[in-house]
């Protein structure tokens, strides 16, 4: 977690971005959906690029959650391919860039090909520090939940822990995001005012901001709206903020 006396000018260290609006995207210009998910895939490009000049140090981008599975094969294919050419296109500028790539979420359940350029990626990056790119592959909340349970209860069972080593800060280091800071900020776009199982445990004292902008359109002006509503707020973290003479005080 960040530092609870963060000052209000502070940009976040980690902002997390549930990219949505896509297919709206698609719909509204009569094109098919996986032209929007292309254009999206642009939309990356310039967050990114925003995140590495800004001094953003984590940026997590949830790409594919579990329940995409659920989506129509062709799509989840074209997702697929969108995803390896990615890599394809951008992995020498995120190396050139000091950019680490890494992913969160059930990685195992993608096609084999795409598994061994996630990890390539993975291996190449691996040294590189000026910035942490992570993609949510595969991810769902509720489910690293749960996978993060069962390592502990196997971690137990060996005899590796006692019940009295699981506090918050052990259970975070069962989770996908082990090593990462909780998300400063968490962005949505395309209007939808919830955070769809993405990051549960991660989220609890993130700042949220919603914006009807679909992902396509997100651009540095909408990106840079949101750092300064971020700005704007007080971060208490459950605490009472100092207040001079206040009449709580005691005498």
């Not at 992995?91 to 992913?103: E, P």
């Not at 520090?129 to 060996?158: H, P, T, W």
């Not at 993405?198 to 700042?207: D, I, K, V």
Request: charge should be negative; charged fraction near 30%; glycine fraction near 6%.
């Amino acid at each position: 977690m960040t530092d609870p006396q963060i000052k209000l000018d502070d940009i976040p260290v980690h902002v997390a971005i549930i990219m949505d609006g896509n297919g709206r995207w698609a719909k509204k210009r009569f094109l098919p959906r996986l032209e929007g998910h292309r254009q999206g895939a642009k939309a990356v490009r310039r967050v990114v690029e925003f995140c590495r000049r800004s001094g953003i140090r984590y940026l997590t981008l949830y790409a594919f959650s579990t329940e995409n599975w659920n989506r129509p094969e062709g799509e989840v294919s074209g997702l697929m391919k969108l995803l390896s050419q990615f890599l394809d296109s951008e992995l020498n500028d995120l190396h050139k860039n000091d950019i680490r790539f890494r992913t969160i979420g059930e990685t195992n359940r993608l096609p084999d090909t795409l598994v061994e350029k996630i990890d390539a990626a993975k291996s190449r990056t691996e040294n590189n520090k000026s910035m942490n790119l992570n993609i949510a592959l595969s991810y769902g909340g509720r489910s690293e939940i749960v996978r993060a349970c069962c390592k502990i209860a196997q971690a137990f069972r060996e005899g590796q822990m006692t019940l009295d080593d699981v506090d918050e800060k052990y259970f975070s280091s069962m989770l996908d995001t082990a090593g990462i800071p909780d998300p400063d900020l968490l962005i949505r776009t395309g209007g939808d005012i919830r955070v769809s199982n993405f990051l549960l445990w991660q989220l609890a004292y993130s700042e949220l901001y919603f914006t009807n902008v679909l992902w396509p359109d997100f651009d540095d002006d909408v990106f840079s709206a949101a750092i300064q509503d971020y700005k704007s707020r007080q971060r208490r973290f459950g605490m009472v903020p100092e207040i001079k003479n206040s009449p709580w005080d005691e005498e």
